[in-house]
């Protein structure tokens, strides 16, 4: 969501996520008619080129031929929305867009526009085959297509809005489940969990009257949080998390989410990401909500974790509501199946009248038109979005900014800084989008806040503008709790009259660090 208008930054990020637009050049197109589809290093430099000239690379403008030469080089995995002849393409879809009658025709004549091209290299071809992955409330067909000439049909039909490849990321690993099962990139943000050993009271944490450790990024001097709290605890606000799970055996997102100062209070674990499949054929067990990853399960907790008696990390918004949604295997979105998980859980969202505030601390370095269809239909329900800014790979350290989704407008990018309140952290992307900066990394040591582990009561930490994005989630509940009849335009009225920035708004920091205390009313201007 913007408070006014900005410009776009760039990309990659776990943790995290970005999304904007621009008009733009055109991307650099290959010969005439061609039948070799471009190499992976060839792809990987077409859009690299574009990302370091212009801060993002929308496969929208790209040519049929590289759409096509992604999807080869890939899985066959297209996205395509539709709509009907003469729709705007500047006008918002319809909410209820999939079952207007002239939308389901269109969407019928897109799946035998696609089927009649692919039959003609694999006449015994059906719907059933073609089709991929159930399909949610947004007008959006994701179809296996391996035919340029469909590609270039698409592209050619008023009745589709785009035709673009879910499951290329550059520097990805080659396609095929064994690859990315033993990738780096796709393990991204997975695998470190677990209970930080060295933590300190005094300095890493605070030991509450309960007994709860509150982490020492939320010291007043940050954020006023600790101050906060003595008027708003995040009662009655549910949080919906996008990530990658949370532990079934973390008992503080389970069985012991309410005790102590936390009560009366309900969480919930749902998965949105669709089960395996190789070229359209399931395999394996359904999902689970459960992380296999570890990284919803700390963003959870440095949200919402219980203000209890065990000893654990409290969370920001310690008595909110919370839903965990697994909609993705870890924070790099790189796969065709983690983008559908991901969109489903955003109309899930949308869908549910409880749900405020979303967060995501999860990205992908090109941009999506079905993530961003999902985003702006729960943007449309009036809730509030909260994305992760980016943070840097070895080869995107210094030169990405705000990664996609966090650099759409209607997302709030967040990004964290350093306990001097001036230097981002060091692997945080920042830039013109960003709309709110937390505090999140101490110089002294190189210290991060702490969370939940996948288990036990002994904290975790974890960085990143991914843990930046969860707790301004935690940040925003406060204050929403605080003025529940508040619409969202009007929370971001306040959550911005209570920041550091809010008299001159930074082209890198945005608005800068919310004080919680300020918003509600415990501390003067």
Not at 34 to 60: K, S, Y
Not at 154 to 169: D, F, H, T
């Amino acid at each position: 969501m913007r408070t006014i208008t900005l410009p776009l930054a760039t990309m990659l990020a776990l943790a995290l996520a970005a999304c904007q637009h621009e008009t733009e050049q055109a991307l650099p197109q290959p010969d005439a008619d061609p039948t070799t589809a471009l190499t992976v290093q060839q792809l990987d430099e077409q859009i690299m080129q574009r990302l370091r000239a212009t801060g993002q690379f929308n496969w929208n403008e790209a040519s049929a031929h590289t759409v096509w030469s992604a999807l080869t080089r890939s899985d066959y995995v297209l996205s395509v929305g539709y709509q009907p002849v003469g729709f705007a393409a500047t006008s918002a879809l319809p909410a209820d867009a999939r079952q207007l009658p002239q939308w389901q025709q269109a969407r019928e004549q897109v799946l035998q526009l696609i089927l009649g091209q692919e039959r003609q290299t694999n006449p015994t071809l059906t719907l059933d085959q073609l089709t991929l992955f159930e399909e949610n409330s947004l007008p959006v067909l994701t179809v296996h297509v391996r035919e340029l000439s469909t590609v270039q049909a698409l592209r050619r039909s008023g009745l589709v809005r785009y035709a673009e490849p879910m499951g290329y990321e550059p520097n990805r690993p080659a396609a095929g489940a064994a690859n990315r099962a033993v990738s780096s990139l796709s393990s991204s943000g997975c695998g470190n969990n677990t209970a930080t050993a060295g933590l300190m009271e005094g300095s890493d944490y605070t030991v509450l009257p309960d007994g709860s450790k509150s982490s020492w990024n939320q010291q007043d001097q940050y954020h006023g949080i600790r101050a906060g709290w003595s008027q708003s605890s995040g009662q009655g606000i549910k949080v919906l998390i996008i990530d990658t799970g949370s532990s079934d055996a973390q008992e503080n997102l389970g069985a012991a989410f309410n005790q102590g100062q936390s009560s009366g209070r309900s969480i919930e674990r749902l998965v949105t990401l669709p089960r395996n499949s190789l070229f359209g054929i399931p395999y394996g067990e359904a999902e689970t909500p459960n992380d296999g990853c570890g990284h919803g399960t700390s963003m959870a907790g440095a949200c919402a974790a219980p203000r209890g008696t065990d000893g654990a990390a409290v969370g920001v918004a310690y008595n909110s509501n919370l839903i965990t949604v697994r909609a993705a295997e870890d924070v790099l979105l790189d796969a065709s199946r983690e983008v559908q998980g991901v969109a489903n859980a955003f109309v899930l969202a949308g869908n549910r009248p409880d749900v405020r505030i979303i967060s995501m601390s999860m990205g992908r370095l090109t941009s999506s038109s079905q993530l961003t269809d999902a985003i702006r239909y729960a943007y449309g329900k009036g809730k509030l979005i909260l994305c992760a800014a980016g943070t840097s790979f070895d080869w995107t350290a210094g030169w990405a900014g705000v990664v996609f989704p966090a650099s759409l407008p209607e997302a709030v990018a967040v990004t964290g800084m350093k306990d001097d309140l001036r230097t981002r952290c060091d692997e945080c992307h920042v830039g013109s989008d960003v709309e709110f900066t937390v505090v999140m990394q101490r110089t002294a040591l190189d210290r991060r806040p702490l969370t939940l582990a996948m288990s036990g009561d002994a904290p975790s930490t974890v960085g990143g503008s991914s843990v930046a994005t969860s707790s301004m989630a935690g940040i925003a509940a406060l204050v929403w709790a605080r003025y529940p009849a508040d619409t969202r335009t009007q929370l971001m009225s306040r959550l911005v009259a209570a920041s550091s920035n809010r008299t001159a708004r930074s082209s890198t920091f945005g608005w800068g660090r919310v004080n919680v205390a300020t918003a509600l009313g415990a501390l003067p201007q």
